[in-house]
Every structure is written in structure tokens, then in C-alpha cells.
């Protein structure tokens, strides 16, 4: 069993440390916990140390705390746009939400929504309080490190405008024409999953979170209730952008920005098992050179040449005559960016070679399209 979690104002040197308050308290009284069980302390931000008990003084544990770790956050972090549902199902959404890993959640006061919060400043503030308690909790339950971020009441333009700010946003709807599952989907950065109310989405909402960039998607055939969607979603997001397959141990780099004005062309696809796909990532280390919002430069590790880089785009294709098929302007881009890269490398004089291996028999080991950047020494021909 995964050793329970205990929230700290801040994760403390390794060493003796005292766990008081009401998070000591819980630990001594209710899960009496005993001299010699492991525990592990976190900040609720990533911050986390495990943690052994020394004594149980009733009202708070005596511990010896190992070395602090801080995970990385996921490189596609999910927000949960939760229009107000009903009474108490509003904390059941919030509690399921947070054992699914949204890393971030935010209160909506949909055109539809039975609950309002918007009546004055002290009722929204109290419901964001009562939503950060909960997601508090849930988090401790699911043995999490981090706490979802609660986000203040929105209305309808605020989410417009958070719509604007993610890579990619999906409004969750029944008659949505698009299956989740064969979405494309980004693999990091800002991932908005709206939810509308019990009494569903108004038309006007759906004109302008769609106007902004959101796309309507439905899940499964089952109806769902307001409070169970964003958890089933977050689940068929952890299996479907490789949340849950890699690590939060990976270092995570830059995130590309695939942008939500690409829906129109296709998102960027992503294969999980793909090198360069991590790469681009930022899941997997890299040097890199250069990038845009649709392609990658980074250094070759093993170079054939002073100058060696791969130009590789964000979308998975398993070699550039694939690239070109699915959007012959980003396979002109690579050479466009191939020949920026030489000159800022001072290779542009007296010249450089791209290369595109092509298929198994010429040599491709990496079955995502790039082109080789070769240059700072003489070249002959034909080449090997
Ligand atoms: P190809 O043989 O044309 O598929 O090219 C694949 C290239 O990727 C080779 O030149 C490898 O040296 C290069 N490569 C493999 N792994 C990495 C990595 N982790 N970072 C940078 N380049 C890599
Ligand atoms: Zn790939």
C-alpha cells in the first residue's frame, strides 16, 4: 500500500520534525499512526519528502523526514472548467476530478447552472473555499503530491478567454460530432476540458467557446452526469495522450506550442512510443537549436559532421514524404528552417547537405520525419 500523505505549509530539511496542527492530529488520533510507519509529507505543490514516525504524542507525530524530492508536472497539464452543479453532487465533481489528476480546476457559472454563486462576493468565495477543502482531501486520499489548483468563480467571458490561452480546449457534449478517442490531442501544455451543467450547455455558450477555438467532443454512448464527465475524461486523457505512461520523473522541457488555431488543419499527432516525440515533448532531453510552433532543431547526438542537426516537425509522421502528403507547407517549412538554422550556425557559406532518410533500407532508424542538417566540413558524391 502506497504510504499515506500528510500536507505541509513547507516540506522541511531532512531530519527530525515536529507534524502538528490539524494534518498531525488526523495522523496521530484517526489514523494512530505508529513509531516505526512510513508517511510521506508534501507542500501539495510537487514538494514532497517520505517520512518515518519516531512517536505518536496524541495530538501530532515526532518524525524523521528523508530528502525532499519535487516532482515534474505532467507535460500536458489538464484544467477542468466545471460549469456549478447542484448541491452536493458540486463536491463530488471536485473530489472525483482530483483522484483523476486534474491539475487544475475551475468554477463556472454556466447560463444553466441550478447553483449560483454569483449572488455576492462572499457566497463565490465561500464556494471556492469549500472546492479547495475538498480537492484537499481527495488529493490526501488518492496519495497525491499535488493539490489541483481551484480557480475563482468564472463567468461564460472569462472562460472565452482561458479558451484563448490554452493550446487546445475541448467542450464536452453529447451531440459534440467528434469521439474524444479519435481527437487529435496535444501532448503538453495547456489542455482546457469543459463541462457544462445539469441542464446542459445553452446554445449562445457553445457559439462562443467554439468562436474562440474550443472543439465539441462526446465521450462514450452513456449519458453522463455533470459530476462524473470530468473524472471519465480525465481517465480516456491519461490513456490517450500518454499521461499515464510517462513518468512524473522524466525532466520536462519547453512545452511546443501547438496552438488551438491548428484545429482547423488537424492537430499535431503524437505516437507515445516515438523518440522524437518525446523529444519534441520535452519529455526526453535535447539540445535544441531552434523551434516553432510546428517544428523542432536539436543537435544530433551521435553527429556525422561538425555541424549535425535533425529538423524534425511536431506532428508524428513516419517520414517526410508523409509529411508532405498530410500538409506540404509544414514540409516546406523544414527546409525553410533547415537553411535559417545553417546561417545562424555559419554554414550557410560555403554550403551544407540535407539529408532524408527514407524508409529502413536507407538507413532510417527513427520513424518520425526529419531531415539531417550536415555542414563544417567537405562533402563527397555520391554520398555512402
Ligand atoms: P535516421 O537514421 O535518419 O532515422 O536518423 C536518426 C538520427 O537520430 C540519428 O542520426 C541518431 O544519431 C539521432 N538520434 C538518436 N537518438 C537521439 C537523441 N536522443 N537525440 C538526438 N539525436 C538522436
Ligand atoms: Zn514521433
Known amino acids: 500500500m502506497t504510504d499515506p500523505v500528510f500536507f505541509v505549509a513547507a516540506v522541511p530539511p531532512s531530519g527530525a520534525f515536529e507534524l502538528d496542527g490539524d494534518e498531525g492530529r488526523h495522523a496521530a488520533a484517526v489514523k494512530r499512526m505508529r513509531p516505526g510507519e512510513t508517511l510521506v509529507i508534501a507542500d501539495g505543490s510537487g514538494t514532497w519528502a517520505p517520512a518515518t514516525v519516531i512517536a505518536n504524542r496524541g495530538r501530532g507525530l515526532s518524525l524523521t523526514v528523508g530528502q525532499a524530492v519535487t516532482d515534474e508536472p505532467p ?122 451543467p445539469e441542464g446542459g450547455l445553452a446554445d449562445e455558450e457553445i457559439a462562443r467557446l467554439e468562436g474562440a477555438g474550443a472543439r465539441a467532443v462526446r465521450l462514450g454512448p452513456e449519458v453522463l452526469r455533470t459530476s462524473t464527465a470530468a ?48 523529444i519534441v515533448a520535452g519529455v526526453i532531453p535535447a539540445d535544441i537549436v531552434a523551434r516553432t510552433d510546428t517544428a523542432v532543431a536539436f543537435r544530433d547526438i551521435d553527429p556525422q559532421a561538425p555541424t549535425h542537426i535533425l529538423i524534425v516537425p511536431v506532428d508524428h509522421q513516419p517520414n517526410v514524404a508523409a509529411t508532405a502528403a498530410a500538409d506540404p507547407t509544414l514540409a516546406g517549412s523544414l527546409f525553410t528552417m533547415a537553411d535559417s538554422v545553417a546561417r545562424a550556425e555559419g554554414i550557410g557559406e560555403p554550403g551544407y547537405r540535407l539529408v532524408a532518410n527514407t524508409g529502413a533500407g536507407a538507413q532510417q532508424t527513427v520513424f518520425h520525419a526529419h531531415l539531417h542538417l550536415l555542414g563544417g566540413r567537405s562533402f563527397t558524391w555520391p554520398p555512402g
Do not use: N
Open 231 to 278: 473524472a471519465v475524461a480525465l481517465g480516456a486523457l491519461g490513456v490517450l495522450t500518454g499521461r499515464w505512461t510517462w513518468t512524473a520523473s522524466y525532466p520536462v522541457g519547453p512545452v511546443p506550442a501547438v496552438g488551438a488555431d491548428r484545429y482547423g488543419k488537424g492537430m499535431a499527432s503524437s505516437d507515445p512510443d516515438c523518440l522524437f516525440c518525446k
Open 75 to 196: 507535460a500536458l497539464q489538464v484544467v477542468i472548467v466545471q460549469a456549478l452543479p447542484k448541491g452536493e453532487r458540486s463536491d463530488l465533481a471536485v473530489e472525483l476530478a482530483t483522484e483523476a489528476g486534474a491539475d487544475e480546476i475551475i468554477p463556472w457559472q454556466a447560463a444553466r447552472s441550478v447553483a449560483r454563486w454569483d449572488g455576492s462576493a462572499d457566497k463565490a468565495q465561500r464556494g471556492t473555499e469549500k472546492w479547495r477543502r475538498t480537492a484537499r482531501e481527495a488529493a490526501k486520499q488518492s496519495r497525491r503530491h499535488t493539490v489541483p489548483r481551484v480557480g475563482t468563480l468564472a463567468t461564460t467571458a472569462d472562460v472565452v478567454s482561458e479558451v484563448g490561452r490554452a493550446d487546445a480546449a475541448l467542450i464536452l457534449h453529447e451531440e459534440g460530432s467528434v469521439p474524444l478517442a479519435s481527437s487529435p490531442l496535444p501532448r503538453a501544455g495547456r489542455l482546457l476540458v469543459i463541462i457544462g
